[in-house]
């Protein structure tokens, strides 16, 4: 990223300019000024990478004696390094002061702030105080005041703020987009969008704020009970749940504690027995691979949006409540992993759903029965994620499903999440609501998975 300043006189002009890691800033007064004869100083904020995995802002300056050829150069460099995004964003930024191993504040100011400040982006913070206080202030901000919601969180706080946007009144006509800065400790979304080596680097997601654009992907629908929930992440029952809710004290450990939840759930030997209702798309693995392929290379994974926007977000399956439609396959075995999502990553080196893509109006859904898997196999399972290898092993079930139903059978036996949140444990609903939510995006894609 760079910064440029040129100044001539009082009079700031606008100057930008980068490759791929470039932005620019105007200066104010305070910056070096030169005489008009002797020409316009142009300085340059630049991030630099520091290593693989670390963009650091550093300052260069030089002198330019023709104030017209100054600005034709940084004019034509702005248009390069800014694209269609806008510039200088205004920002609702909201950091969970506890996210993670409870350093986001620090880390923000450190190493977040410098870059947003030279980007000129102005930042209206709030710091979370609560469970669902993003999700308050969202509910009821004045949109027209932003140009993007940013959190500086985990996957929760995401989570809070996609239920905030799409709780609203005027949900389906929002087009306000989120943007991540990774500091909690999944942080899944954040991977989608800068792939497997930058996903937890917050300068790298930070310049993805300053030029990202808006991309649109689609939210799933859950019903449980009377209640509603928007999920853009994923939807889990099993081992994986267990790993994530039965951990939430060992924070500190970052995401190792997820292995230590998957080592508790499998000594201990659980079962989860359910019934799962789908409307099954796909099951071919190989039709699914290639489907994602193809859709990435060319583009092409977006379905139309025809929803009809009066009257709210609708569920065509209605809800938990309604009958199993009659088309929908019913696979009544215990489990010992569900897991529905919407995003191939769902923590760092976890791409759990290689072809998921961002606006396909499909979920994809991974089922490992507990009938003949050894609990061997399951710790394979769950440690070839990295390598995504787990789509091509026997024992693991996956599909493209428009829809599903799961209704747990043995009571109290582990969790349900959502988007890595608790909710209560009885029998919920899911339905891909196609485009509901943008998120910022440099290319407009997610990092692609190489499976
Ligand atoms: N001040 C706060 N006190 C307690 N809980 C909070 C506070 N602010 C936010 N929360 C809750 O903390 C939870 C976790 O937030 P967040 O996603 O930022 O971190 P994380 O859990 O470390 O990351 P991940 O969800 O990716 O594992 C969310 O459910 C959110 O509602």
């Not at 964003?89 to 100011?109: D, H």
């Not at 899944?188 to 080596?197: A, T």
């Not at 799961?406 to 209560?424: A, C, F, H, W």
Request: proline share 4%; hydrophobic share 40%; with cysteine.
């Amino acid at each position: 990223m760079l910064s440029l300043q040129a100044k001539n006189g009082d009079n700031t002009t606008d100057l930008f300019f980068s490759g791929d890691e470039f932005s620019f800033e105007s200066k104010n007064k305070n910056g070096v000024y030169l005489d008009k004869s002797k020409g316009i100083r142009i300085i340059i904020k630049a991030l630099i990478p520091q290593g693989k995995l670390v963009l650091k802002l550093n300052t260069f300056s030089f002198d330019v004696f023709d104030e017209e050829v100054a600005k034709l150069w940084v004019e034509n460099v702005n248009v390069i390094v800014y694209k269609d995004a806008k510039k200088e964003k205004k920002l609702k930024i909201f950091i969970n002061p506890f996210g993670g191993s409870g350093r986001a504040v620090k880390i923000f100011n450190q190493f977040v702030k410098p870059i947003f400040d030279a980007a000129r982006c102005k930042c209206d913070i709030t710091l979370t105080e609560y469970s669902n206080h993003a999700k308050e202030i969202v509910k009821d901000l004045d949109l027209k005041e932003y140009d993007a919601i940013i959190t500086a969180s985990g996957d929760g706080i995401v989570h809070e703020v996609v239920n905030g946007l799409l709780s609203r009144d005027d949900a389906l006509d929002i087009n306000i987009p989120i943007g991540v800065i990774p500091t909690g400790s999944g942080n899944g979304l954040s991977f989608c969008l800068l792939g497997n080596d930058h996903g937890n680097s917050v300068s790298h997601a930070t310049l993805n704020v300053i030029k990202g654009v808006p991309m649109k992907i689609d939210v799933c629908s859950v019903t449980q009970g009377n209640q509603r929930y928007y999920s853009f992440m994923s939807i889990n029952y099993g081992v994986i749940a267990d790993c994530d809710l039965s951990t939430e004290h060992l924070r500190f450990m970052k995401d190792f504690r997820f292995v230590v939840g998957a080592l508790q759930a499998l000594l201990a030997n659980r079962r989860y027995g359910c019934e799962i209702a789908v409307k099954i798309v796909d099951e071919n693995i190989e039709k699914i691979k290639q489907g994602y392929r193809k859709a990435y290379d060319t583009s092409t994974s977006c379905i139309e949006d025809d929803r009809d926007k009066s009257g709210g977000i609708k569920d065509k399956f209605g809800s938990v409540n309604d009958p199993i439609p009659s088309d929908w396959t019913v696979l009544n075995d215990d489990v010992y992993i569900f897991i529905a999502g919407k995003i191939p990553w769902i923590s760092k080196g976890q791409i759990v759903f290689p072809y998921a893509l961002p606006s396909d109006g499909l979920l994809d859904l991974m089922v490992v029965n507990s009938d003949k898997v050894s609990r061997m196999k399951v710790a394979s399972i769950l440690t070839s994620f990295d390598e995504s290898s787990h789509i091509n092993m026997k024992e693991v079930n996956y599909y493209k499903v428009a829809a599903l139903r799961l209704t747990p059978k043995n009571k109290n036996i582990g969790y349900i999440s959502i988007d890595g949140e608790r909710v209560p444990f009885e029998p919920f609903q899911v339905e891909v609501h196609p485009k509901l939510i943008n998120v910022l995006s440099i290319d407009g894609k997610y990092a692609p998975t190489n499976f």
